[in-house]
């Protein structure tokens, strides 16, 4: 089956405590990127991924890294969460072509205290 | 910039209602456009899309047109079912972009009471 894997699908966390969400896809896309959803903000990118070692800023960076060592896996890594890191967190894969599907995890729900 | 605008919620029909949610656009050159769907404690999943001017996207009873003179691509269905309640994105992406994110409009929850 198709699918993005996200985990863990919760997390309860403490200001400074270094700390990875995984994700990964088994369609062999080129694609990956990671969203935050925020209530009125709607999703916003935080990185993307083209292709295996290339990565890049979306529109919401700081505070975040990402790596892509593998074409299936794409780790978020927050080195020092901080309370305004609280959010609902989504990682997608496409073929990375305008006009193609982007699949999604089922989501990770972070909460930094 | 590429932006998307829908319609605020929340939404609250009574079942076999007529559904729109409306959907409006901008962006530079002939963007593709998407609704996507949320339910409940899940991601978001691909309902329909539309790549080009005049197309119409349907699926699960829902449509949407692609209108470029009015940069609109408004959801529709003609009776909603209580299986429908859940948040829904219209979202963009533009061609020949070397980056190809989704840029999302902020989503309208949708609620059908039996």
């Known amino acids: 089956e198709a699918q993005v894997t996200q985990n863990p699908r919760y997390l309860i966390t403490v200001t400074g405590k270094k700390l990875t969400v995984t994700c990964s896809q088994n369609?062999?896309?080129?694609?990956m990127s990671w969203y935050r959803q925020d209530p009125g903000l709607g999703l916003r990118q935080i990185y993307y991924?083209?292709?295996?070692?290339?990565?890049d800023k979306g529109d919401v960076p700081e505070g975040y890294k990402v790596s892509r060592k593998e074409k299936r896996n794409f780790p978020l890594i927050l080195e020092s969460p901080s309370p305004n890191q609280t959010s609902l967190y989504f990682c997608?894969?496409?073929?990375?072509?305008?006009?193609?599907?982007?699949?999604f995890g089922q989501g990770t729900r972070l909460t930094v205290v | 910039g590429n932006s998307v605008t829908q319609m605020e919620g929340p939404v609250t029909l009574s079942e076999e209602a007529f559904l729109t949610i409306n959907c409006t656009y901008t962006?530079?050159?002939?963007?593709?456009l998407f609704w996507y769907v949320q339910y409940p404690g899940e991601g978001l999943q691909l309902l329909l899309k539309?790549?080009?001017?005049?197309d119409k996207g349907s699926n699960k009873g829902f449509e949407a047109t692609y209108r470029k003179e009015t940069t609109s691509f408004h959801l529709e269905k003609g009776s909603v079912q209580v299986s429908d309640s859940a948040v829904y994105f219209c979202?963009?992406?533009?061609?020949?972009?070397?980056?190809?994110?989704?840029?999302f409009g902020k989503g309208t929850r949708l609620s059908v009471i039996a």
């Open positions: 997608a894969s496409s073929l990375g072509h305008a006009n193609t599907e982007a699949f």
């Open positions: 369609m062999n896309h080129e694609y």
């Open positions: 991924s083209m292709n295996v070692e290339v990565t």
């Open positions: 962006a530079t050159g002939y963007p593709s």
């Open positions: 539309a790549t080009k001017a005049d």
């Open positions: 979202a963009l992406i533009r061609r020949n972009s070397g980056n190809t994110p989704l840029v």
